[in-house]
T-cell receptor, first 114, second 113 residues
Framework: ELKVEQNPLFLSMQEGKNYTIYCNYS?????LYWYRQDPGKSLESLFV?????AVKQEGRLMASLDTKARLSTLHITAAVHDLSATYFC??????????????FGKGTLLTVNP | DSGVTQTPKHLITATGQRVTLRCSPR?????VYWYQQSLDQGLQFLIQ???????AKGNILERFSAQQFPDLHSELNLSSLELGDSALYFC????????????FGQGTRLTVV
């Protein structure tokens, strides 16, 4: 069974600082997703990483994927309050035909303090 | 707006009751996924439908069932509700085969009292 582990689960950081969220997964996958969720809201897709060495950046967030290590990172640069949210990584697996399943990590609750 | 519509947004019901949650996928999306999000279990995959047929099952209780109709909307039926079923239920849809990014609806918050 595929397991997805995120750490840390809680992250409190000051504005202007940098930090990294880690996502480890247990079996080979064909893609890795990062989502953002604001309290009581839906999940917003941030990044889809398709291959080993993939790096994507959007604003202050940068995601990377190392399929050999089964590790993805979400790096936050010079955090601002608006980035406060819960961040999920999810691993996608195709089990044949149109059977496709996303398995989520437990999420990282990020709080950016002034 | 992801284009995935879920109704109702909030639902409060008593233990032992039955409820139906509805999901309309994005136009053209054939796959619908249901997820349950609770504080203790996180985001759990429940079930997937593709073009009307059940394709994958996750941690879905026997008291729960789902279906996808010819117009591709889906319903999740929860029966004999327990307090522990209180959660946020998300529906997601994904585009045609070959592009698998899922788009999530706003969710239905179910409170069982």
């Amino acid at each position: 069974e595929l397991k997805v582990e995120q750490n840390p689960l809680f992250l409190s950081m000051q504005e202007g600082k940098n930090y990294t969220i880690y996502c480890n997964y247990s079996t080979t996958s064909d893609r890795l997703y990062w989502y953002r969720q604001d309290p009581g809201k839906s999940l917003e897709s941030l990044f889809v990483l398709l291959s080993n060495g993939a790096v994507k950046q959007e604003g202050r967030l940068m995601a990377s994927l190392d399929t050999k290590a089964r590790l993805s990172t979400l790096h936050i640069t010079a955090a601002v309050h608006d980035l406060s949210a819960t961040y999920f990584c999810a691993v996608g697996m195709n089990s044949g035909g149109s059977n496709y399943k996303l398995t989520f990590g437990k999420g990282t609750l990020l709080t950016v303090n002034p | 707006d992801s284009g995935v519509t879920q109704t109702p947004k909030h639902l409060i019901t008593a233990t032992g009751q039955r409820v139906t949650l509805r999901c309309s996928p994005r136009s053209g999306d054939l796959s619908v996924y249901w997820y349950q999000q609770s504080l203790d279990q996180g985001l759990q995959f429940l079930i997937q439908y593709y073009n009307g047929e059940e394709r994958a099952k996750g941690n879905i209780l026997e008291r729960f069932s789902a279906q996808q109709f010819p117009d591709l909307h889906s319903e999740l039926n929860l029966s004999s509700l327990e307090l522990g079923d209180s959660a946020l239920y998300f529906c997601a849809s994904s585009p045609k085969i070959g592009f698998r990014e899922a788009f999530f609806g706003q969710g239905t918050r179910l409170t069982v009292v």
